[in-house]
């Protein structure tokens, strides 16, 4: 995998919660992002949901998400790995993620999966990223 697709497919790990029920279906089901019920995500619905994420790792509300709490909330990361995720997505350099560099690639991983490019994400194409990047 080239840098591009291996950082995406980490962002789309620590947005599935797995870790979280084991069981369940991993995926956080569309409507749950979809906060106003239109059958699309804007972007800032996107944002607002990672952000959630951001919020729901972060077991010491800091506002930054370090190794362990990370480790933590992935299952499938232990400490090492995730702190090498942190390492490539760190731009302040303190070794931790902000929920602003948690976001950063949104904007990219947004442009995947809106195919038909109309600045919203429909129930098809985001079925369909999930089943590239998901489980
Ligand atoms: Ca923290
Ligand atoms: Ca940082
Ligand atoms: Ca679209």
Request: proline content about 4%; cysteine-free; charged content about 30%.
């Amino acid at each position: 995998m080239n840098k591009t697709s291996r950082i995406a497919a980490f962002a789309i790990t620590l947005l599935v919660p797995t870790a979280l029920v084991a069981q369940a279906p991993a995926l956080p089901s569309f409507e749950e992002v979809d906060k106003n019920r239109d059958g699309s995500l804007s972007q800032a619905e996107v944002r607002k949901y990672v952000d959630k994420r951001s919020r729901d790792i972060d077991f010491n509300r800091n506002g930054r998400l370090d190794p362990v709490e990370i480790a933590d909330a992935v299952s499938s990361m232990n400490a090492r790995q995730a702190a090498n995720y942190i390492d490539l997505m760190d731009r302040d350099g303190d070794n931790e993620l902000s929920y602003d560099e948690m976001a950063q690639d949104m904007p990219m991983l947004f442009g995947m999966a809106d195919t038909d490019s109309d600045d919203l994400i429909s129930l098809e194409e985001y079925v369909s990223i999930l089943a590239h990047y998901g489980h």
